[in-house]
């Protein structure tokens, strides 16, 4: 399981996105800007593709997201 405050992931921490199955955050303090969690650290990530192939999701949608991509590392 991923440690979410070492992480700095809150609920409020940032608005998170599925793209495509890819977990996504913009405006996280720490990693600001369009990132990726398919891997640690983020990895920045093209809003344009976001916009285009993502949606918004709930904070727990975002957590049980990125706990299944960890388990395929």
């Not at 996280?28 to 993502?54: I, K, T």
């Not at 949608?61 to 960890?70: G, H, N, Q």
Request: hydrophobic share 40%; net charge negative; with cysteine.
């Amino acid at each position: 399981m991923i440690d979410l405050d070492a992480w700095g992931l809150t609920e409020d921490s940032a608005l998170f996105y599925n793209v495509e199955g890819i977990p996504a955050t913009i405006g996280h303090q720490v990693y600001p800007g369009c990132m990726a969690w398919d891997e640690l650290p983020p990895r920045p990530f093209r809003v344009e593709s976001l916009q285009r192939n993502g949606w918004m999701i709930e904070f727990e949608d975002f957590v049980k997201l990125l706990s299944s991509r960890a388990g395929e590392a």
